[in-house]
């Protein structure tokens, strides 16, 4: 069975930083691409960021392009979201998730194209 599992969560004053990390596991399982989405209450679930195999194959949401990174090891199957200058409407329950494979140059940005979900870290943004 495949686990997914968020950490790194909480509280954070607008314009600071947090940095959240996923972990996924599975004997046989080697996800082709790791995202982050968000989904804050009352709103639909909504794409953040995407690693591929490699470090050129990202993708970003236009909401957090130029504030957050992603990075991946491979080696570990785990990935970082790095969250700069955070707003407060980005307070959310964060989710990782993994997919088994991609098409084209990039991971997608769609919840449907990602097999296995963690079960979100609470990330809030208040002064």
């Known amino acids: 069975q495949v686990q997914v599992v968020e950490s790194g969560g909480g509280l954070v004053q607008p314009g600071g930083s947090l940095r959240l990390s996923c972990t996924t596991s599975?004997?046989?399982?080697?996800?082709?691409?790791m995202a982050w989405f968000r989904q804050a209450p009352g709103k639909e679930r909504e794409f953040v960021a995407a690693?591929?195999?490699?470090?050129?194959?990202?993708n970003y949401a236009d909401s957090v392009k130029g504030r957050f990174t992603i990075s991946r090891d491979n080696a570990k199957n785990t990935v970082d979201l790095q969250m700069n200058s955070l707003k407060p409407e980005e307070t959310a329950v964060y989710y990782c998730?993994?997919?088994?494979?991609?098409?084209?140059?990039?991971?997608?940005?769609?919840?449907?194209?990602?097999?296995?979900w963690g079960q979100g870290t609470q990330v809030t943004v208040s002064s």
């Open positions: 998730a993994a997919a088994r494979s991609y098409l084209g140059s990039r991971p997608g940005a769609r919840a449907t194209q990602y097999q296995y």
């Open positions: 599975g004997r046989t399982f080697s996800p082709a691409a």
């Open positions: 690693h591929g195999w490699s470090g050129g194959s990202t």
